[in-house]
């Protein structure tokens, strides 16, 4: 684009693909059904930027329909890492427009959804609009777990942003520009984790779009996930890095223990349970994964207060080094069986009321639309 023409760019979509197999003409398809309208060499109000990452752009771009293909912009980025985290950067880098969204080659748009995302995030003098997700058989996915009936001027911690891990939906460019947020190319696996805290947490306006059309996770992304085998501490690097950060730091008691509590329910018991299940945990893990949840609750030290009798059984097993797998397993699955009154209600009685507390998290996210 020269120095006389105008920018007529509303929205930039970034898009990752690893892999030519990947469905990408599904995700293409979609955005040309999002209720913008785009034209050649991303001339209308959305361009949409297709990150053809470590692979050739030939094969992917054979993949989108015929009347489709021109009006993407397909554009090649080699890293040699396999993490989603350099596509994205590359991508948000080549935008110009308001607005900038990513999305995964799996994934898609429910009709409409973009024009109606723009239309409410102006209406709310939102600097990002959170996206209500679906799985594409119809099931919610319900994160982040908001409070009831509350749309606009979320709150980080009362409003839980924390478990929405991707920023998916719309974020102001000038905004990420502005706080010099990027995806990390360090980590494994979480290389969102630092981008989105330090956007929810930033003072920005955000906004969530209940009700309206929805982002939506197939089940064939499941194949991207990785089996490597991988240590505790490369899996939570992320985790880690982050506490022990200046920025993390900087926040109040409160901000850093909603990231904290997060962090502990989500991926140190996530990871738990992983290994268990497979029947791979051992005293490397026990070992590994105590040391990270130290270091969390180091960072912050009423993170676990709010958890439930269940999640701070599997949290003593933790900082114990409780080797046994079945042990771990058996609290893994408790913590998850909520016709047990012990996932009702914190151990710390006093914190029944707040907001990562068992009943109160609960509710919101079965009301979550």
């Not at 985790?239 to 904290?260: E, H, K, N």
């Not at 059984?313 to 042990?327: I, Y």
Request: proline fraction near 6%; charge should be neutral; include cysteine.
């Amino acid at each position: 684009m020269d120095n006389n023409s105008v920018d007529t760019v509303l929205v930039d979509v970034v898009v990752a693909v690893h892999t030519p197999d990947r469905p990408i003409e599904r995700t293409v398809a979609s955005l040309m059904a999002s209720g913008l309208p785009t034209g050649p060499e991303g001339t209308g109000r959305l361009r949409v930027t297709v990150v053809c990452h470590n692979t050739e752009i030939a094969p992917i771009r054979t993949r989108v329909a015929p009347e489709h293909r021109d009006l993407v912009r397909f554009v090649q980025y080699v890293d040699g890492i396999k993490s989603p985290a350099g596509p994205f950067n590359h991508g948000i880098s080549l935008a110009t427009g308001t607005w900038v969204s990513i999305m995964g080659s799996d994934d898609s748009l429910e009709q409409g959804a973009l024009a109606r995302w723009v239309e409410a995030a102006v209406k709310d003098g939102a600097d990002v609009l959170v996206a209500p997700m679906a799985h594409a058989g119809g099931a919610a996915i319900r994160t982040p777990v908001v409070r009831r009936n509350r749309r606009v001027s979320l709150d980080p911690v009362a409003d839980r942003l924390t478990y929405r891990t991707a920023p998916l939906g719309l974020m102001r460019l000038s905004l990420i520009r502005s706080l010099g947020l990027e995806f990390s190319t360090r980590y494994a696996t979480g290389e969102d984790q630092s981008f989105s805290a330090k956007l929810w947490f930033s003072g920005a306006s955000v906004s969530y779009g209940r009700a309206l059309p929805r982002y939506l996770v197939h089940d064939d992304a499941a194949v991207r996930v990785t089996a490597t085998p991988r240590s505790v501490a490369e899996d939570l690097a992320f985790a880690t890095d982050l506490v022990d950060s200046d920025w993390f730091a900087g926040l109040g008691p409160a901000q850093r223990a909603a990231i904290v509590t997060k962090l502990i329910r989500v991926h140190v018991f996530g990871h738990v349970m992983l290994r268990a299940d497979c029947g791979t945990w051992d005293a490397d893990d026990a070992a590994g994964m105590a040391g990270a949840a130290r270091r969390l609750l180091f960072a912050a030290p009423t993170a676990a207060r709010p958890l439930s009798f269940a999640d701070r059984s599997l949290l003593d097993a933790v900082t114990r080094q409780e080797t046994d797998p079945a042990v771990m397993k058996s609290l893994a699955a408790r913590r998850r069986t909520f016709t047990d009154p012990r996932t009702w209600l914190p151990r710390d009685l006093l914190q029944v009321l707040h907001p990562e507390a068992p009943f109160r998290f609960m509710s919101a996210s079965a009301l979550l639309s």
